[in-house]
């Protein structure tokens, strides 16, 4: 399945919240219990901060996913909100783009989190990445590549 990205928008808003609803509310309820407002004002203030790096997914022209990256401070490569919407999720679209992800960031530390019971951390590992730290909900993750 093809996929690419377009720059989000600030009018992306709906749609990022959405995919976010769809992809990690189950999370969000069962550890901190999900609240609109809240989750509306993280979702505000991710976008203030990252929009620049936010990236849709497209597929066929229809927009399934969001995937921010960007490199911080000290120079390492940060993969931040990664999410496809659930029914274009195990078609292979998540492992293209992390492999180029990687291929583009050989001599760099490219690292995550994702909540630790997210069925995605298999899609990490398999594709390099090691826990390297965790909180009581995240596994912090990390894949340094040698070539």
Known sequence: MEYNFRKSEEADFD?????????????????????????????????AKHLPDMNIIQCEGKDIGLFTFFYDENGDACVST??????????GIGTRILTKVLEENK????????????????????????????????????CQQND
Do not use: S
């Open 15 to 47: 749609f990022i919240y959405e995919l976010k609803e769809k992809c990690f509310r189950w999370y969000v309820e069962k550890i901190y219990g999900w609240n609109e407002g809240i989750q509306r004002q993280f979702l505000t203030n991710e976008m």
């Open 82 to 91: 990664f999410a496809i919407m659930p029914e274009y999720q195990g078609k």
């Open 107 to 142: 001599d760099k530390r490219v690292y995550l989190q994702t909540f630790r019971e997210n069925p995605a951390r298999n899609l990490y590992q398999r594709m390099g990445f090691q826990k390297y730290g965790e909180t009581e909900t995240h596994w912090l993750m990390e």
